[in-house]
């Protein structure tokens, strides 16, 4: 007897939620360790490496990962083979592209973001795509069968493997260098991609002949949203990219200090949106109000949730800077002042972009992030080049600050949105939170006085 629909879809949602929290976790607890075993400058270097690597994947991910899904998941019998055969050989031919580029310009990208040390962590990264090519898409082949169990498991066996080694090493107090990382990630990569198999092997079926009008298909699909997260990335990346270029990595190392305890906020935030982005679909069709009150309540919502972090985070910066990396990095205390504020912001954009998306006007959201990403390249380099690493924080801050009021204006005409109306539903959300508890412990003593006259 097959288990009943809604158990089937809360199972499948809650490996999904586990696999981003594995994901992030192993990702944080790692860098903590990293800032206590690496000197400052190497630090940096491993900063730049991750910013330049993580845009490349996010890249080869967006021209296969939505498309294979797509189309594997309405796909007839007889055409599911001939397109796992095109997705595969596009992920394979993609890869190849990138990789021998990688390795072939490592001296360059390492001379060009002042980190020479760099240009061996990227040669041995053009191994690392290529093992990450079945990793991808064997997840890409479960997740459009519905089924995200295996992708919770290969990615927790690929950043866990990670940190374990990293973390034996620390308490091991073993030397571990830059060229060890880059190796250990050809390790994870290849534990990952046998987990997937595993899991995976059962959706797994492929035609001996290529049919280049899939190939092409996926592939044209693939640009717009390729497209779109490269804006993203480039966005969220162009601070430490440009403080690499203009100051150098001892530079990146402090940000990057500040910019991790930023970065905690964006889990309730992204959150929020893998549970919005149906929702908007389905709320389209009722009406502008309906998508105005899922927009505003939603962004409320998460306010109400990082609200208390940005506060404690604002006046104990100094001692949260102790905690996450060293005394070393002290002075990115007044850096983390600023780019806690960037969570004020970060709602309004991430919910924006997710409505739109949703209700099926992903060229908007796709012009408003090339806009961001530009805004944020220009901002970055005039603040970095008039007060040095805190010129990051200031660009990257005004930027949000621009966009925001460009967002809401859009929205506005669109749907109505006003956006101080989240403000009220952050208000209320806590309200409603203080009555549970409230009525939680009511009920709660009323059963101890019960059982105490029992």
């Not at 089937?8 to 990702?27: A, D, N, P, Q, T």
């Not at 939505?66 to 899904?69: E, H, I, L």
């Given at each position: ?42 630090m ?21 990962q939505?498309?294979?899904?797509k ?5 007839e ?96 107090n ?38 280049f ?105 100094e ?102 109306n989240?403000?009220y539903?952050a ?28």
């Open positions: 007897m097959s288990p009943p629909k809604n158990s089937y879809w809360l199972r499948s949602g809650l490996f999904s939620i586990f696999e981003k929290g594995s994901v992030f976790v192993f990702g944080f607890g790692t860098m903590l360790i990293l800032f206590r075993i690496l000197t400052m400058e190497q940096g270097a491993w900063g730049i490496f991750l910013a330049v690597t993580s845009f490349l994947e996010v890249g080869l991910i967006g021209l296969i939505n498309a294979t899904v189309y594997l998941t309405t796909a019998e007889k055409d599911y083979g001939k397109i796992s055969t095109a997705s595969l050989f596009l992920n394979f031919s993609l890869t190849a592209i990138f990789s021998i580029l990688i390795f072939f310009t490592a001296h360059q990208i390492g001379a060009y973001f002042n980190v020479e040390a760099a240009a061996e962590l990227f040669k041995v990264y053009s191994i690392t795509l290529f093992l990450l090519i079945p990793f991808y898409q064997f997840n890409f082949t479960q997740q459009a069968n519905l089924d995200f169990k295996g992708i919770f498991w290969s990615n927790f066996g690929r950043k866990g493997i990670f940190f374990l080694i990293v973390f034996g090493a620390f308490v091991a073993y030397d571990i260098g830059l060229l060890d990382l880059a190796w250990l990630q050809i390790i994870a990569a290849l534990l990952g991609s046998i987990i997937a198999y595993i899991f995976a092997k059962r959706y797994l079926r492929f035609n001996w002949k290529l049919e009008k899939w190939v092409a298909e996926l592939f044209y699909f693939g640009v717009f949203v390729c497209g779109t997260n490269l804006s993203t990335m480039l966005y969220k990346n162009i601070d430490r990219l440009m403080l690499g270029r203009l100051i150098g990595p001892s530079a990146v190392a402090i940000y990057e200090a500040a910019i991790k305890v930023t970065n905690l906020i964006e889990v309730p935030s992204m959150s929020v949106a893998s549970v919005v982005f149906p929702q908007g679909a389905k709320q389209a069709k009722d009406g502008k109000q309906a998508v105005r009150n899922l927009y505003e309540k939603s962004v409320g919502a998460i306010f109400a949730l990082i609200l208390p972090f940005i506060l404690f985070i604002s006046i104990f910066p001692f949260i800077i102790r905690i996450i990396a060293t005394e070393e990095y002290i002075e990115a205390v007044p850096i983390l002042r600023l780019t806690i504020l960037f969570g004020l912001f970060l709602p309004f954009a991430i919910q924006f972009g997710t409505v739109l998306d949703s209700i099926g006007k992903p060229k908007i959201n796709f012009v408003f992030t090339i806009i961001g990403a530009f805004l944020n390249a220009f901002f970055n380099w005039f603040f970095i080049s008039k007060y040095g690493i805190i010129g990051a924080a200031y660009g990257t801050l005004t930027t949000y600050i621009l966009t925001f009021f460009g967002n809401q204006i859009l929205l506005y005409k669109m749907f109505g949105v006003k956006a101080h989240s403000f539903y208000y209320d959300f806590y309200i409603q939170a203080f009555n549970m508890a409230k009525g939680y412990l009511g009920k709660k003593n009323n059963l101890i006085e019960s059982k105490t006259e029992v």
